[in-house]
């Protein structure tokens, strides 16, 4: 005897009949919501946090956490700038060497790491280093019920875990921008005069003429802007790891790393050119 | 009676529902002041759930939960924290901060909520260290210690602001028997000491009875009991053969002995079939002043001289078709259904003769391993007999038997060694 067939669900033969617009607008509607509401979450969540910073007894936690975005990422920006000096006063090099015009090579050198290169490599090197702990810590503490602990005794998360953070970026990204560009002007200084032969009075002459006030100021604000950002989208990624629906546990928090860094990656380019159209 | 009382915490037909699935279907309970009470029901059932909305980390969809008879979802922010700051909250995986050492970890609610000093938080957090046997480990992370000491460092977390009620998510979760014991032995103890409520959610049954005053049963959705253990036993309802019959075993995870209610099942099946007139002969065995024996020598021991009681009760008496049942936290009874009370006093002389010689013997390593209790204590074990018949009830014969206790063994042990007389 045959069996009965089962009767398609509702909302699927509902899918098959709505038109294909109205199913795009659906999706599309559905997308544009859910963004919105993480937009706004992520809103209250680094007002709320950079609040919180001016509460007591947060000074220790700031300093802790300035050593450890600001100090214990040094070296490694350190390392970065000195390469990429160098190899821009290679490129650089080779560029102005068919115009006739090596004696630029400092105007060109400073200029474009104070005003890009180095607050924006500062700003990746950092989420690599620091962006990527700080998610997978605040993540860990979620899946371990270390937040939910904090909660039971009275201590805000947000204030105890986030504004330190918060605090410790807008001291350590523009220090550490400060010393990506000087470090990357002696790299430039190694492969354009050491190596390449331009100048050396000429080189510093340029770098300490060209660059003027507010170029040094707009590669700081950046260097503000791209910490803030960084800081609240790692902590923002650890701290609501739970709310995941594609996975869960440590699989939660290795997606919530990598989200992280992704997403600030991206937001720092984006966030770029956003203030350099307002700076410039 | 419990019409007549307040209860410090109330909730009133709450619902909590997660997505499409109803955890919480019109909960109604109440827990009253400096009690201990036990939440019991099947694993995913939503009894850490109930605690949470306590400490409102959960808010129902539908119902209240009262304070002292005010909402709290009524409360207004200086009431909500007043509320809360009287609340500690024991996590099932207790939740340490994994980069804090044990003294930080303990320091972190009077460090960040309160305006002590930090001498006078030292103070305090040292205190509730060295009553939680951590002194040695305070100053190690909690990945450097062991399971128990973590445990025992959340309820040093939990207790450190004084707090009035105190909820524990199983906090008996992968300890091994004496543990088990030792943990809820140290929650009554710190409960009768500060006078806390407590909210014990725990599967450890029988275990938990001892300790408990009243019993919650979270059943299909709902709490289908309240009251005493004594009670739940006589409770007609699948809750009852679902829950506490398959949890409890048939003996006792610590000293191998029946559980109370494998006792009274064997008293009435051994006894109901003799003749009325028959004798037989009850005794009743207990560790003096048990609170007092875990303060001077910790949890463990306490619990270490609980087990090897129960061992050499069962060796002697249950040799001669005897059987016996932990009948409270530091108390045993055994009935010998085929012997009189002149032939139980014979075999009450074997088992102190033998108890002496080597039960107490395995004290001195209980003893002397602990380190904290640098003066000699008294450990008195008591012993009373009685003589029963069938009809009597059991808990008669039993207050007899209470009634002609006497000590049987007294050891005297410290740092140093021990001695018995």
Do not use: A, H, V, Y
């Given at each position: 005897m045959a069996e009965p067939q089962s009767a398609p669900s509702a909302e699927s033969s509902d899918a098959h009949v709505r038109p294909v617009p109205i199913r795009f607008f659906d999706a599309f509607g559905g997308k544009a919501l859910r963004l919105n509401n993480s937009l706004g979450a992520f809103a209250i969540f680094f007002f709320r946090a950079f609040i919180l910073?001016?509460?007591?007894?947060q000074i220790a936690e700031i300093v802790q956490q300035i050593y450890f975005i600001g100090a214990r990422s040094a070296q490694i920006v350190m390392l970065v700038a000195f390469f990429t000096g160098m190899v821009l006063g290679l490129q650089l090099y080779f560029v102005l060497v068919k115009f006739g015009s090596v004696g630029v090579l400092g105007t060109a050198i400073s200029l474009t790491l104070i005003r890009e290169m180095g607050p924006v490599l500062t700003a990746i090197m950092v989420t690599a280093r620091a962006g990527s702990a700080m998610t997978a810590e605040i993540g860990i503490q979620r899946i371990s019920e270390q937040i939910d602990a904090l909660q039971t005794m009275r201590i805000d998360p947000l204030g105890f875990l986030v504004s330190p953070r918060i605090a410790a970026a807008v001291v350590s990204f523009p220090i550490l921008t400060a010393f990506f560009d000087l470090v990357g002007i002696i790299g430039a200084w190694v492969s354009g005069c050491l190596l390449l032969g331009v100048n050396s009075g000429t080189y510093f002459a340029r770098v300490i003429s060209s660059p003027d006030f507010s170029d040094i100021m707009g590669g700081f604000y950046k260097s503000i802007v791209f910490g803030l950002l960084i800081v609240t989208t790692c902590c923002f990624q650890g701290f609501f790891t739970h709310m995941r629906t594609d996975s869960y546990g440590a699989k939660s928090v290795s997606l919530s790393t990598t989200s992280a860094v992704v997403i600030s990656c991206v937001m720092v380019l984006i966030s770029d050119y956003v203030v350099t159209s307002f700076i410039i | 009676m419990e019409a007549q009382r307040e209860p410090i915490i109330e909730f009133r037909k709450v619902v909590k529902s997660f997505g499409p699935r109803?955890?919480?279907?019109?909960v109604d309970l109440s827990i009253y002041e400096g009690e201990v009470t036990t939440l019991i029901g099947l694993s995913g059932t939503g009894k850490s759930v109930t605690l949470k909305h306590i400490i409102g980390m959960l808010k129902p969809d539908a119902g209240q939960i009262l304070y002292q008879g005010k909402a709290i979802d009524q409360m207004d922010k200086n009431e909500w924290n007043t509320y809360i700051g009287k609340i500690s909250y024991m996590f099932q995986n207790n939740a340490l901060f994994d980069s804090m050492t044990v003294f930080e970890n303990v320091a972190m609610p009077l460090k960040y909520t309160?305006?002590?000093s930090k001498k006078q938080i030292a103070e305090k957090v040292m205190a509730r260290i060295e009553q939680t046997e951590l002194t040695e480990v305070a100053d190690k992370y909690p990945s450097e210690i062991s399971g128990g000491m973590q445990k025992r460092t959340a309820l040093a977390r939990a207790l450190v602001t004084d707090p009035q009620i105190v909820l524990f998510d199983e906090p008996t979760t992968g300890q091994d028997p004496i543990r088990k014991n030792a943990i809820l032995g140290m929650v009554a103890q710190y409960q009768k000491r500060l006078g806390f409520t407590a909210l014990l959610i725990s599967h450890e049954i029988p275990d938990v009875f001892f300790i408990s005053n009243r019993i919650l049963g979270l059943y299909d959705k709902k709490i289908v009991f309240q009251g005493s253990p004594e009670a739940l036993a006589h409770f007609d309802h699948p809750f009852h053969d679902q829950i506490v019959s398959s949890i409890e075993g048939l003996q006792e995870e610590l000293t191998g002995l029946y559980s109370k209610r494998h006792f009274k099942v064997r008293y009435q099946t051994d006894l109901a079939?003799?003749?009325?007139d028959d004798t037989y002969a009850a005794a009743v065995f207990k560790l003096k002043d048990m609170d007092d024996v875990s303060a001077a020598l910790g949890h463990d021991a306490a619990q270490q001289i609980i087990r090897t009681l129960g061992t050499y009760i069962k060796k002697h008496f249950g040799a001669v078709g005897g059987f016996s049942s932990r009948?409270?936290?530091?108390e045993f009874g055994t009935i010998l259904p085929y012997s009189n009370v002149v032939e139980a006093e014979g075999i009450l002389s074997d088992f102190i003769h033998d108890f002496r010689e080597k039960g107490m013997r395995e004290l001195v390593d209980v003893s002397v391993a602990d380190e904290a209790s640098e003066d000699t204590y008294e450990i008195v074990i008591e012993a009373g007999l009685a003589q029963g018949k069938p009809q009597i009830e059991i808990e008669s014969v039993m207050e007899f038997a209470r009634f002609n206790q006497k000590p049987i063994a007294t050891f005297l042990c410290g740092v140093s060694g021990g001695s018995t007389r």
């Open positions: 910073i001016f509460r007591p007894k | 109803t955890i919480l279907d019109g309160t305006k002590l079939k003799r003749n009325p009948q409270t936290i530091n």
